[in-house]
């Protein structure tokens, strides 16, 4: 019988194949209390097993095939450390030395100890990291119970018949999973749980296979060699399709591989309008060998760098200015003379970074976060500006604040920037130019946007956090995610507001959020008179296709009458008359 189930559509396409599912990853426990003489023998079993797991994880990753994504070696020294994360260590430590519970016990325990903070956190990314952690544990106690080796994607593979197409079903997979994954016969895969950007979801976009993550139940749902579609658009998964619906999808199927092809075509065409506009395209990027990526795929520079990315994951420690400088100068190398603009770390003060501080703020979206954490702590602030302008000695560099809503905010930072310039002047250290940019991202930003252009070279319209703010919309909350709208007029109109004021006072504009990204966004944001996007790299030729066919001369009449709709939505889509409105 055929049925479907909903998930987030995190990697685009469509595959087809039959079911191969992967065991269930989660083991089961044996809970006991121990004698205290055993208390040091009990550790010293768990530091066994995080070693042997720790040894396999490098095994992996020096046998890593050339081609492997770059995001799974990152990912993998990911859990690499969260073995060695302090929190969790101590905790077992604790466990099994005061309430002398058995090892596996202790660490499961300290794990949903965890995991509860995780949950707490407001960021998507930070809070999607608990599947790390998971199965780092998980790891070790496949080891402990003397399963060491099992790998549940080999395994599936192994257990995949006949010569049809697989598709792989998981409840999660974790890095090294995605290592075997890349080198096995799957089209695609689904997994019960997982986010947008968990690590899953960031893999398959740079294999560019689809995926569809956060489908729950479905490896209680969907029995082994099912037919199964997974539709990567829509974030669907179909099982047990019935002739009709596998051959309308086998159909499309064929025709997103013809769309590829064509789009590959695009790669090197100069990203001009027909009226001779020339559009700039630019990459997001989170991780300095990314650079790679954003080259590949055709991008003239890096429109968002995530440094937060650079943060996350160490423990509470914060990285040195040396650290930061030589992945800063990572990514300005890598991109081969073209612009990088560094995004200073944007992240809240609930967040595992802060050294051990947490907020214990209701709303920590509205919280001390981005420039407000930055410039709580200046000494740390300053080390990535010095870091940031070091790597500006190697090429184009250009730094990026993200969440100002105050003047005085502003006049902090870009005196916290001289000072760090008269800093490494007094060492002696060379430093770059930069150019100086704000990101508009609330509504105080966006409806005093003419004095920010007052002190900025130039803006960038983070249009995720300026939806969340003009909506009063938590993304992270699903009771209340359905209301986060693009095409709310008011968001239309700050984001058409900015783009104007910058362009009137002759200054650099660009969106680097989601919005930039979509295809469909396009053609309006054009109309609005943007003429750089920034974006992930795998979107970049779609969004190329539509900057290729516009018309921008007949884009504006359009623009303004779909800001000026009740209902955006409905004329977005709708083709342009010869005189350049909507078709009724």
């Given at each position: ?21 992967a ?27 995080r ?15 050339p ?30 030395s ?7 016990w202790a ?12 949950d ?28 060491q080796?099992?790998?549940p ?51 398959a976009r ?17 029995r ?9 658009d ?21 025709q997103?591989?013809?769309e ?17 506009q ?37 423990g509470?420690?914060l ?22 603009t ?8 609930d ?10 703020s ?6 001390l ?43 902090q ?21 930069v ?42 909350d ?107």
């Amino acid at each position: 019988m055929t049925f479907s189930i909903q998930g987030l559509a995190v990697s685009r396409g469509i595959a087809i194949g039959r079911a191969v599912l992967a065991a269930a990853s989660r083991m089961e426990v044996v809970h006991y209390f121990i004698e205290s003489v055993q208390v040091e023998a009990e550790l010293a079993r768990m530091r066994r097993a995080r070693d042997a797991v720790t040894q396999e994880l490098q095994r992996l990753q020096a046998d890593m095939p050339p081609d492997a994504p770059q995001e799974l070696a990152a990912l993998l020294d990911v859990h690499i450390l969260l073995l060695q994360d302090e929190m969790l260590i101590s905790g077992v430590r604790q466990w099994v030395s005061e309430r002398l519970y058995n090892a596996e016990w202790a660490l499961t325990t300290q794990l949903e100890l965890i995991s509860r903070q995780f949950d707490e956190m407001e960021d998507d990314y930070l809070r999607e990291r608990k599947a790390d952690l998971e199965q780092v544990v998980e790891r070790i106690l496949r080891h402990m119970r003397g399963a060491q080796g099992a790998d549940p994607v080999r395994q599936a593979a192994a257990a995949g018949v006949g010569d049809a197409a697989l598709v792989l079903v998981a409840h999660d997979l974790s890095p090294a999973d995605m290592l075997q994954f890349k080198q096995s016969v799957f089209a695609g895969f689904v997994t019960g749980i997982g986010g947008k950007t968990s690590h899953t979801a960031i893999v398959a976009r740079s294999m560019d296979i689809p995926a569809v993550v956060g489908a729950r139940g479905i490896s209680q749902l969907v029995r082994q060699d099912d037919w199964v579609i997974i539709d990567g658009d829509a974030g669907v998964v179909i099982v047990d399709p019935s002739p009709l619906v596998l051959e309308e999808y086998r159909l499309r199927q064929r025709q997103i591989a013809l769309e590829r092809e064509r789009l590959q075509r695009l790669l090197h065409m100069p990203s001009v309008t027909r009226d001779g506009q020339s559009v700039e395209l630019l990459a997001n990027i989170e991780q300095p060998q990314d650079a790679a990526a954003a080259l590949a795929a055709g991008a003239i520079g890096v429109g968002l760098f995530r440094s937060e990315f650079l943060f996350m994951d160490r423990g509470g420690r914060l990285p040195s200015e040396e650290v930061q400088y030589r992945a800063y100068r990572q990514a300005v190398e890598g991109m081969k003379g073209l612009p990088v603009t560094i995004r200073t770390v944007d992240v809240g003060a609930d967040k595992p970074l802060d050294k051990g501080h947490r907020d214990t703020s209701l709303n920590p979206a509205l919280g001390l976060r981005a420039i407000r954490w930055s410039l709580s702590d200046p000494a740390m602030f300053r080390t990535q500006l010095r870091a940031i302008l070091r790597a500006a000695a190697h090429g184009q560099v250009r730094l990026m604040f993200p969440m100002l809503a105050h003047l005085a905010e502003i006049r902090q930072t870009l005196a916290q920037v001289a000072l760090a310039r008269a800093e490494l002047d007094a060492q002696g250290i060379a430093y770059g130019p930069v150019q100086l940019g704000a990101m508009i991202e609330i509504p105080a930003a966006a409806l005093m946007v003419r004095q920010f252009l007052e002190h900025f070279d130039f803006l960038s319209i983070g249009t995720n956090d300026l939806i969340q703010y003009t909506l009063a919309i938590d993304r992270a909350d699903e009771a209340v995610a359905h209301l986060y709208d693009p095409l709310h007029p008011a968001v239309l109109q700050m984001v058409a507001d900015v783009i104007a004021a910058a362009v009137q006072a002759g200054k650099p504009v660009c969106v680097c959020g989601e919005m930039a990204g979509d295809a469909e966004m396009t053609r309006l944001l054009l109309g609005l008179g943007l003429r750089s996007f920034s974006m992930h790299p795998a979107q970049t030729l779609a969004v190329k296709q539509e900057v290729l066919r516009a018309d921008t001369r007949r884009l504006q009449l359009w623009a303004r009458q779909v800001l000026a709709a009740d209902e955006p939505a409905t004329l977005l889509a709708a083709p342009l008359m010869p005189g350049g409105l909507a078709a009724a």
